[in-house]
DNA sequence: CGTAGTATTGAATGCGGTCAAGGCTGGTGG
DNA sequence: CCACCAGCCTTGACCGCATTCAATACTACG
């Protein structure tokens, strides 16, 4: 937990924001600060409630929990999910680094959606109440704020698009290569990758069943499609599976 | 198109702005200027670039083209839809007035879905560089812009919810009593409306055919749970609609 | 090595889709 | 007024995709 030997710390700064600063982060082209000049960044970090770890399978919120803060990720996936009223999850979205984490709770100062890390994970906690303020001074941070809400909009309207009007075969590509595309956002490679999720957590989220989601792995396994072990993923063609994902006949 | 005996015009105040304020506005608690006094809904009002009418089956915006201003709607109804890769359509949802359009742009500078106005409508066009600046002026606005936004991605949440885990029973009277309750929050009767949309687009949006729909509908209407005649719709049995949506057993 | 959780595969079923025919409604024009 | 037409809706019969049910295999972990 502690360092033996900490580092000189430069004024303004503590501890905690040593370790773990937005200016030294990897994500923060991609997260909240993205954008923001030094000065601006470090305002942003002082608000910065603490980083906070959250195990495998821990819970960061859940429904009903009064909502205060945003969580950016630091490290680690995470997935969101309702419940309907009898009691049935779906899988609303599964978060990566980078990305932010309790939008949904704004509108009524109460969390809509469960949110549990998918595997041990890093977040940092963002105080609403103190990036109100900080919106008001810092005219990029509000933009880029507005920007990340606009693209959970937009993010879930291709959801909508792929639960309403796609087939099974469908969907499931266009699951792979949006997380490849993200993968590759973070410099990660685009083609070769872990799943996160379990097989029934693709198929609750994809609107099928487990057993579906099986049997698409090994089909496009078979079609040479995708490379796969347990959950390491390796796209073997990914232009047909984009091909695939645009509604292109999946046969031949 | 003219009045022909203007009304004197106060100080400041155009004679467009005398016939549309949001003062006077029967969705003012619904919509932007919510909460907020006298002098910050007048500068609300000043802001707003036009009011604009929008023909039954007009377009109010195009998915690709430039993002420049939020739409309040003022009275009527629209749809919003996504394109797939393949040209068809998937209905992301329904507009009544009070609400606002085109927050999904707001990521990119450009839309992500069309807007059509299913009836003879008018909206409010709120110039988005214009609203920041006030955002940063007036606290309240701020504030609600943000329940705004984050009531948008709610409300896609629990489209997500329907379209991955209901059973089409199950999405048609959620969709039913979705209606219902917003009626009733603007102030009309919850329990008889007329539905601006076709069965094609209630089919669309809720991932099912046309023929569905009409099956649907004649089976509530067996079970005495609706009248129904063409679009006229009359809820005959709403806590059992709910009891449907909630995903107890649908027969007896 | 045993166990629990997770994943794969096969066979049968059923929900909602597809295809097809016909009805209703509202508008237009003779 | 009625005839006609186009668009929208309803209903029926059949079909197919994804689910359900069931059995088995794999993997991780003690």
């Known amino acids: 937990m502690n360092q033996a030997l900490p580092a000189p710390t430069p004024p303004g700064a503590t501890l905690e924001h ?16 993205m954008g923001l000049d ?3 960044m470090d305002r942003l ?3 910065i409630g603490r980083r906070r770890k959250v195990a495998r399978g821990g819970t960061l919120f859940r429904i009903g929990a009064p909502f205060g803060s945003l969580y950016a990720i630091r490290l680690g996936h995470f997935k969101t999910y309702q419940l309907n009223p009898d009691g049935a999850e779906q899988i609303t979205g599964f978060q990566m680094a980078g990305e932010l ?10 969390h809509h959606c469960n949110a549990i890390a998918l595997e041990d994970s890093e977040v940092c906690e963002i105080p609403f109440a103190s990036l109100q303020q900080l919106l008001v001074d810092m005219p990029a941070l509000l933009r880029h704020f507005h920007r990340m809400m606009s693209q959970e909009i937009t993010r879930e309207q291709g959801v909508m698009l792929l639960l309403g009007n796609m087939q099974a075969t469908q969907r499931f ?5 949006n997380l490849s595309s993200r993968y590759e956002a973070r410099g990660y490679s685009p083609n070769s990758f872990q799943l996160r999720m379990s097989r029934e957590e693709i198929g609750n989220y994809l609107g099928l069943t487990i057993e579906s989601i099986s049997r698409l792995l090994s089909k496009f396994k078979k079609e040479g499609l995708l490379r796969v072990s347990n959950r ?12 695939i994902t645009a509604g292109t006949q999946t046969c031949g």
């Open 18 to 33: 040593l370790r773990a600063r937005c200016a030294t982060c990897s994500m923060h082209q991609l997260c909240l600060p």
């Open 38 to 40: 030094m000065a601006d």
């Open 45 to 47: 970090d002082r608000i």
């Open 101 to 110: 984490l309790g939008m949904d709770a704004i509108s009524t100062d109460r």
């Open 173 to 177: 590509a266009a699951f792979i290569v």
């Open 232 to 243: 390491e993923i390796e796209l073997l063609n990914p232009a047909r599976l984009k091909a």
